[in-house]
């Protein structure tokens, strides 16, 4: 199966409210044949995804607008606006919205699959509030596990 050119048209992405998150997934999986995907997460200062591990995908992190905070295999890093981060499959990380402002950071899921949790997650919290309990049973079946810090 060759690959094909694909637009997405930013009027019918939905934005998704991934555990108090917004995301956008750009580009998914079907739409790259599996290769990546695409996604925008938008966070206020002091929003923060808890420490995890990917089995299955390598995330890469660049920053729109705004600041992050990467901590990446026990070591602390800052990105500000243009800033790029590579966080490899296996290796704790968690990214934490810091600054004044909100901030916009495109993470392309290499190969993709992962994003379809951002879809469950949505769904999930359609009805309420998501307990830790259940983002992580959600998360378990794409391949990530939440860890201590």
């Known amino acids: ?38 996604v925008e997460m938008i966070g ?3 929003d923060s995804l808890p420490p995890h591990v990917h089995t299955r995908e390598e995330e890469t992190f660049h920053v729109l607008e705004g600041e992050l905070e990467m901590w990446c295999g026990g070591h602390t890093t800052i990105l500000r606006t243009g800033d790029t981060f590579f966080a490899p499959r296996n290796i704790p990380h968690s990214p934490k919205f810091i600054g004044t402002q909100a901030a916009r950071v495109l993470v392309t899921l290499t190969p993709a699959g992962f994003e379809r949790s951002f ?7 359609s009805t309420g509030p998501v307990s830790p309990e259940r983002v992580s049973e959600i998360v378990q079946r794409y391949g990530c596990s939440f860890v201590a810090s």
């Open 1 to 38: 199966m060759s690959l094909h050119p694909v637009a997405s048209h930013c009027e019918s992405v939905l934005t998704l409210d991934v555990v108090g998150t917004s995301v956008r997934i750009l580009l998914d999986g079907k739409q790259t044949h599996g290769a990546f995907a695409l």
């Open 44 to 46: 206020q200062p002091g």
């Open 119 to 125: 879809r469950d997650l949505d769904a999930e919290s």
